[in-house]
């Protein structure tokens, strides 16, 4: 037995073998979400790299596998990230039992998740970017059906992706030749600018950003939920893993300042750009650009400091994304995602109204939050680095809070324009519960804290730590 | 050694061909010649590549451009209709110049590009060709179809690059099953469209 036969091979084809019994949704829930819980048991308690004794037989659990050449590979380091991507995934298989999604979902999850962690595992890295392609392929179909609009965000999705890889692969390729000469500044130079347009595709990041806004605002809120945020993940992750691998590429200076002015430009427009939006959706997408502009900026600071805030900050988008997204799935059937249509939602659906409000926050950071205390490192931190800076940066900070209180504000106005009760009982709990687990975070962060140190430890070159 | 050197300007002729036939016909109801031209650029990238690969693995080039046509055609059967040569019309005659224009702003660049990836001449430039052909294709187009043909062109050029890139059986594995998803998804598309995406 091996790591990436037991979390990447088996949940991927197990997902591909679900879809069969796609049609009893809560059959497919109950197997996924025992697939998911003995992975996150296995991951949290038997050492990649051990000898497992099972009566008189005994199994040696390996940490890599060839296929045609090439290996994949799962460290003792990662379980921790393993167990959390299963444990995401479970959240999200178990939830969608009280919203409709399409029959598809469940078994989708499980194979997207497996398919990032084949990123995490593949070597070399670059062909993670590949699994990223066909983790993109197999979800289309869904969001094609799923679709609410003329689909022209899904073909973007699409050709963005292709283009991303396309570069990313290339620029993996080059960047493989610049290890063997990095003194040579032309190839050097062109190898950054192919790269980083490759991340300008999969990141979202101007002008390209608009892709994210349209397949968010056409497409189930409970499908690109997932997806968007589990490649948004994966991106970052191979960037990580580029920082990671190449030391040239982490003593580059140019690049980190690069990524701090692409970071405050897509923190500015983003947030800019939220504020004028009348979609929830589009909304979330335009916080998804700026949130994805405080990521690169951290990244671009080089700091152990910057770098927890960074790792913290992902995760913590991506617990709210998905309250979020389950609070916009309870809204009625047929709703267009508009703002002015959720004007005093909070009287007919008290419940989705504060996980909107709660989530969004969250993310952005307000006082009793889980992003409050990074979210002001953040700006403690763009100041340090230059006055001018900093003031450019909270700007769009504060841009994104005012685009919050607007939604806030719509939800919790006094004239009712909403239409009618959407959330039952199941769902009500449900997002209790979601409120309550950001409110945890908050009040009690020693797990979150642990947690973030061990996926840090993996990254000690790129932090400095 | 002669006759490859021809294989090579047949190849990279079928390429252009094939790539200048998509994109005149842009937007045309009955794409069935464009998806013979995707074909003949499967045909193209074969002869191209025939000094320097297999031919399992050409075979496996082949057979992936072919079956892609096939599949995003799956629609596009119409046996009862004759095939008709388009007439030359003036956005015909426009994207012809077009092209010819991209093509000799890829000879001026190609140069600069093949300093930094070691590809032969005539790939290099099929492989741009097609990449940037690909891309007004895709973005001139309203039509599912050849949005479909425009990114499995843009593709097919990265394709031909990083094949030589990356002698990987796994990479060269993972390329042909993006070629065929993308081709699958394209003919999934259209089937659910009402955007009259058939022959008439």
Known sequence: MNAPLLWFIIPFFFGAFLLLFSESKRLSIILASIVCLFLIAISATVPINSMVIIGKNSIIFTDSMEILGRTLSLERAAQPLLAFFYSYAFIWILFSAAVRVHRFFVPLVLMETALVIGVTAVSPFIYGAFFVQLAVLIALPIFWSEKMKSGEGIIRFLLYQTLGLIFLAIGGWLASTVELNPSDQYILKRTMVVLLVGFIFWLAIFPFHSWIAILMDESCPYLSGFVINILQFSSFLILLYFLKSYLWLRTYDPLFIGLRMIGAIMLIIGSLWAVFQKSVQRLQAFLIVAENGIALFLLGLHTTQSFSVFISLLFIRMIASFFWALAVKSLPENFDFGLNSLQGLYRSDPFISLTLIVSYFSTVGLPFLPGFPYQATFLQLAFSESSSMGTVLSIGYWLLIAAGFRLAVTLLHPAEKAAGKAETANQRALLVIGIAALFLITFFPEPFNRFIAQIQSQFTLISGG | ?200
């Open chain 2, 1 to 200: 050694m002669r006759g490859l050197f021809f294989t090579s300007i047949i190849g990279g002729a079928l390429i252009i061909l094939g790539a200048l036939i998509i994109f005149i016909r842009l937007n045309q109801p009955d794409s069935r010649i464009s998806l013979i031209a995707y074909i003949l650029e499967s045909v193209g990238i074969v002869l191209l590549l025939v000094r320097i690969f297999s031919p399992q693995i050409l075979i496996s080039v082949f057979l992936t451009g072919t079956m892609g046509a096939a599949i995003l055609g799956t629609d596009q059967v119409a046996l009862h209709i004759p095939l008709k040569p388009d007439k030359v019309n003036p956005q015909g005659i426009f994207r012809l110049l077009l092209g010819f224009i991209l093509a000799v702003l890829i000879l001026s660049i190609e140069s600069e590009i093949a300093v930094w990836i070691p590809v032969p001449d005539s790939i290099l430039f099929c492989s741009l060709f097609l990449i940037l052909m690909g891309l007004t294709t895709f973005s001139l187009s309203s039509r599912l179809m050849y949005r479909f043909l425009g990114i499995l062109n843009i593709f097919s050029g990265f394709q031909l690059v990083y094949m030589l890139l990356e002698e990987s059986v796994l990479v060269f594995g993972f390329m042909i099953a993006i070629d065929l998803l993308i081709a699958l998804l394209g003919a999934y598309f259209m089937s659910g469209s009402q955007n009259g995406e058939y022959p008439t």
